[in-house]
């Protein structure tokens, strides 16, 4: 990879930096946080296979992706069109929806953080935080600000959880750990996380983020695949580093027999770690978890919406912050987001398998990639992530009618 991230002019390596860092960011939500610390408290060192389960079919399905969008040089609904007319406007519009959604529940996570971190009313927190999400989009050059804002934060979201794990490290059961990584006590208990899991990590927006980052900074065509493959994986592996930190804090409480209580099981793990600090450490990382979420969300619309019309990508900035402030006018409509989390939940779930057998299928189609040759062993890689990700897709839906 360094050979190659050599080769990239200044403004590329800013670019593919910002890939990386736009896909982790925009995987790391509140609700990210907050569903890993409450199913590790469920399934206890089990979760460590659901760790470990999703990291391969993120990787699988992350590496076909951005492999195949950088050496096409074409965003995944333009890749879909020409496989199956129509299909990729299809996608574009889930995928906006999606991300809405995604916007939606960030922007409650956001209120939360604002009320942990300085006591303020939920709602005035989450205006207070669309209006500093806003301002990375209402100048011309907004969208390129997100190459140098979200490595920033996104080390600092590491930061505080790796600070928090060490205040735990003695206390964590790694041998346990070591064992349920492989044999879970309850395989069955695992399909629904691991199902939540992909459809949070990698569902719908979030690998298209940075995948498309790669296009608006030119880093297309053959020659990037390995420094392309390196980064997608890069970030598939920091998002997990952040699940892991999370996990071991969590575990390593319950191991110290502290009492964690289910419906606020993060916010008792900081308050146990930092004492009256814990409210603004954790207020803190929800913010900025949100922020950047939005923002990628909003980024990943954005390379969408563009593509509809001439007048909205000519003032797609405006479109965009449009896009957020609708975001926010509907949650303060929405009381109970229960229902609003499990949609999108299921929508990005039943988007995985879609893209990536279009990927996959766009692998083997010159008037797509040209001449180049995707790798058998990628490709593979790409079939066993389409096969686990098609059964998760099957128990979101799942979930879904359950709920109606």
Do not use: C
């Not at 399934?43 to 990291?55: C, G, H, P, Q, Y």
């Not at 303020?120 to 989009?137: E, P, R």
């Not at 080390?155 to 064992?179: C, L, M, Q, R, S």
């Amino acid at each position: 990879m360094f050979k190659e991230f050599n080769l990239l002019d200044s403004k590329q390596k800013r670019k593919l930096i910002g890939a990386i860092f736009i896909m982790m960011t925009a995987s790391i939500t509140p609700a990210f946080l907050i569903t890993t610390a409450d199913l590790t408290n469920e399934l206890k060192t089990t979760f460590a296979f659901v760790i470990l389960v999703t990291l391969i079919i993120e990787l699988g399905f992350q590496m076909n992706l951005w492999r195949v969008v950088s050496v096409s040089g074409k965003p995944i609904h333009y890749l879909i069109n020409t496989i199956v007319p129509r299909l990729g406007q299809v996608i574009s519009f889930l995928v906006i929806l999606g991300g809405l959604a995604f916007n939606i529940i960030a922007i409650i996570g956001m209120g939360v953080g604002f009320n942990l971190a300085f006591g303020l009313d939920v709602k005035l927190g989450a205006t207070i935080g669309v209006l500093l999400a806003i301002l990375i989009f209402i100048f011309k050059a907004g969208r390129d600000n997100l190459d140098l804002i979200a490595p920033i934060l996104g080390v600092v979201i590491i930061f505080i959880t790796a600070f928090t794990y060490f205040f735990v490290f003695n206390k964590v059961p790694y041998d346990e750990i070591f064992v349920r990584t492989i044999m879970p006590a309850d395989l069955g208990s695992t399909i629904v996380p691991i199902a939540m899991v992909l459809a949070g990590t990698i569902g719908g927006y979030i690998s298209l983020s940075g995948a498309h980052r790669l296009i608006d900074g030119k880093i297309t065509g053959a020659k990037y695949r390995h420094v392309v493959t390196s980064a997608s994986n890069l970030s598939v592996i920091l998002t997990s580093l952040v699940r892991v930190f999370i996990f071991l804090i969590v575990i390593g409480l319950i191991a110290s027999n502290t009492i964690l209580f289910t419906d606020s099981v993060l916010e008792n793990s900081f308050m146990e770690i930092y004492g009256s600090f814990g409210n603004l450490a954790l207020g803190i990382l929800y913010i900025i978890a949100a922020i950047t979420s939005i923002s990628a969300t909003t980024y990943t619309a954005g390379t969408m919406i563009k593509s509809y019309n001439i007048a909205l990508k000519k003032h797609l900035n405006i479109v965009l912050v449009m896009y957020i402030l609708t975001a926010w006018l509907i949650n303060l409509i929405v009381a109970e987001p229960t229902i609003l989390v499990l949609f999108s939940f299921a929508l990005n779930g039943i988007l995985i398998p879609v893209i990536l057998g279009g990927i996959l299928h766009a692998t083997r189609r010159k008037d797509i990639v040209g001449n180049y040759k995707h790798p058998l062993w990628m490709s593979a890689f790409g079939v066993v992530a389409l096969i686990f990700t098609f059964i998760s897709a099957f128990y979101m839906i799942y979930e879904l009618r359950v709920l109606f």
